[in-house]
């Protein structure tokens, strides 16, 4: 599977734990998760690659998973 197909598969994870996810400009300072009143978000900057999103997306999923064991 390549890095996009895997990125898409990853994104899909994320949306189904409830999170919105927006792809937008900024100048590569990087992106990611936040919780804005009810609204989880991810952000991935549009100047980073897939394997870049792809990282940010996995420490993401790996970070719930250590929250959902600590619950």
Same mark, same amino acid.
């Given at each position: 599977?390549? +890095? &996009?197909?895997?990125? /898409? +598969?990853?994104?899909?994870?994320? =949306?189904?734990? $409830?999170?919105? &996810?927006?792809?937008?400009?900024?100048?590569?300072? $990087?992106?990611?998760? @936040?919780?804005?009143?009810?609204?989880? @978000?991810?952000?991935?900057?549009?100047?980073? $690659?897939?394997? /870049?999103?792809?990282?940010?997306?996995? /420490?993401?999923? @790996? /970070?719930?998973? &250590?929250? =959902?064991?600590?619950?």
């Amino acid at each position: 599977m390549n +890095s &996009v197909a895997l990125l /898409e +598969s990853k994104l899909e994870q994320v =949306r189904d734990l $409830g999170y919105e &996810v927006h792809f937008d400009w900024f100048g590569g300072t $990087g992106g990611g998760a @936040c919780q804005m009143g009810n609204r989880r @978000c991810l952000f991935l900057d549009l100047a980073m $690659g897939a394997d /870049e999103h792809l990282q940010l997306v996995n /420490e993401l999923l @790996c /970070e719930l998973r &250590v929250h =959902r064991k600590a619950a």
